[in-house]
């Protein structure tokens, strides 16, 4: 058996902002970078939907396993939302409900400064929200009003229910049922 040297002994005392949490974060700020600055921002945006969209299907089911349900009211699929934000160390609230929308508001990104001027990553929120709510609802149309990464104090994620008209005047990435 190997003996630990006073070196390895020295530099495993170290105290470094090394740790998994901050190192995933990390990986995914440049990953998310990396794809803006090479096929530019909107492109990038759309790798990150496909991740983004399959873990929404993702947890989805994880609450749908854990509730016993295979299917979540509009009130459930609010709470789900928050909660699940809540678990990565978010911080969503719910600014308003109705059957037309839902309206979260966020005062800590789960993220934390690696989100920073990487607009990119806002997508996942985007397409797990919708994927979710549309699972569950039937339609979703998200849009990201407000965030963080673009320089905001808060994000403001504005869940639309309904195909509509007015809705096609928002900005926003839509979402069926499959």
Known sequence: MAQISSLDKQIESLELPIER?????????ELAGT?????????A???LNVVGYRTGQH??????????????????????LVDWKRRIQGDFYVIEETDEKIVLGNRKCPFAEQVEGREAMC?????????????????????????????????????????????EEFAGQEYFKL
Do not use: W
């Open 35 to 43: 794809l803006q600055d090479v096929v530019g921002v909107e492109e």
């Open 59 to 80: 947890v989805n089911q994880i609450y749908h396993n854990a509730l016993q349900l295979s299917h979540l009211s509009r009130e459930q699929v609010t709470a789900v």
């Open 123 to 167: 997508v996942m929120t985007s397409n797990i929200f919708g994927a979710i709510a549309a699972d569950n609802l039937g339609y979703a149309r998200v849009e990201l009003e407000d965030t963080i990464a673009r320089g905001a104090q808060e994000c403001k994620v504005v869940i639309h229910l309904k195909p509509s008209e007015a809705s």
């Open 45 to 47: 945006a759309g790798f």
């Open 21 to 29: 949490d901050q190192f995933l974060r990390t990986v995914i700020r």
